[in-house]
């Protein structure tokens, strides 16, 4: 048998190693954890902007459908008020919570203002109309993708920031839950339109 004397100075020097190394891991998983909270973040903001550049669209659109639908529905003036006011609204709001509802209420006066032009067959008839119509259909279609997108991105983060370990990072991050864009109730209902 041999006899494996080490002198004093290995192993305090094996558990300083091993000390430095579990420290140098550490550190390393912080750095990943915040970097990656900085790419999700960005993420987020960056389907948000999205969002804005389509709804930008959209609030260009509106008036010249408005004007469009004032030629043969002149007399539906309430309704037409109320799809100018809620496209400022949304235009105006600031926070994300304000633009969601904002552009929920933009999105209901829309659906009365489709609904109020089937009640004219000549302004069905007419292409400016339709064209402009079809516009609007296509930008809703790019917002929904947006939004799907948006909510997709926030709900990585949102998952992130409540798991551990990475909570403890979000923590000193000072980062907050990320809102989902949700439609509110009275925008899941049917339009109803009484003539």
Not at 81 to 95: C, L, P
Request: with cysteine.
């Amino acid at each position: 048998m041999y006899n494996l004397l080490l002198p004093g100075w290995v192993i305090p020097t094996i558990v300083i190693g091993v000390i430095v190394l579990l420290v140098i891991i550490v550190v390393a998983c912080l750095i990943g954890t915040y970097n990656k909270f900085v790419k999700m973040r960005n993420s987020c903001e960056e389907a948000w902007a999205t969002i804005d550049v389509y709804l930008k669209k959209r609030y260009d659109l509106i008036p010249n459908l408005v004007e469009t639908v004032k030629g043969y529905a002149s007399h539906e003036k309430e309704t037409l008020e109320r799809v100018i006011a809620a496209r400022n609204a949304a235009m105006t709001a600031t926070d994300t919570r304000g633009k969601i509802e904002a552009e929920n209420a933009l999105t209901g006066t829309l659906k009365t203002l489709f609904a109020l032009s089937e009640a004219y067959p000549q302004l069905q008839a007419n292409t400016n109309f339709l064209d402009l119509q079809n516009q609007l259909k296509q930008i809703e279609a790019e917002l929904a993708n947006a939004r799907k997108y948006y909510n997709a991105t926030v709900k990585r983060i949102n998952t992130k920031m409540q798991t551990f370990p990475s909570n403890i990072v979000a923590g000193a991050m000072h980062l907050e839950k990320f809102e989902y864009y949700e439609i509110e109730d009275e925008a899941r209902q049917n339009v109803k339109v009484k003539f």
